[in-house]
């Protein structure tokens, strides 16, 4: 079982930055690959970005590739998604997950956080 809060977002103009952080409980953080989807009114959830377990491996959507970063510091329990050059379609809900493969299929995430609000004006 894990457990996922995320934290970080809020309100930035266009071109600027923000961090989210995904904190995760439970000893078993580091079994579990990570992913950052968002959603935004309307629409439905899509994939943001992934990182394996250990951090070597990463996956991008090509609306972000390029301005996000994800990372993950196993020791603290975290996964990060740096985000610069905000453009206003990144505003949406961000929400981390944790499963057991690199994937942007949301199916294939087992546990999610309750999602972090990210707007974007221009």
């Known amino acids: 079982q894990v457990q996922l809060v995320e934290s970080g977002g809020g309100l930035v103009q266009a071109g ?6 995904c904190a995760a409980s439970g000893r078993t953080f580091s079994m579990y690959d990570m992913g ?5 009114p309307g629409k439905e959830r899509e994939f943001v970005a992934a990182i394996n377990w250990s951090g070597g491996r990463t996956y991008y959507a090509d609306s972000v590739k390029g301005r996000f970063t994800i990372s993950r510091d196993n020791a603290k329990n975290t996964v990060y998604l740096q985000m610069n050059s905000l453009k206003s379609e ?11 493969s690199l994937a942007s299929d ?9 999602g972090t609000q990210v707007t974007v004006s221009s």
Request: hydrophobic share 35%; proline share 3%; charged share 15%.
């Open 36 to 40: 950052w989807f968002r959603q935004a």
């Open 106 to 114: 949301p199916r294939l995430y087992n546990y999610w956080g309750q």
């Open 16 to 21: 600027g930055s923000l961090r989210l952080s």
């Open 90 to 100: 990144d505003t949406a809900v961000y929400y981390c997950a944790a499963g057991r």
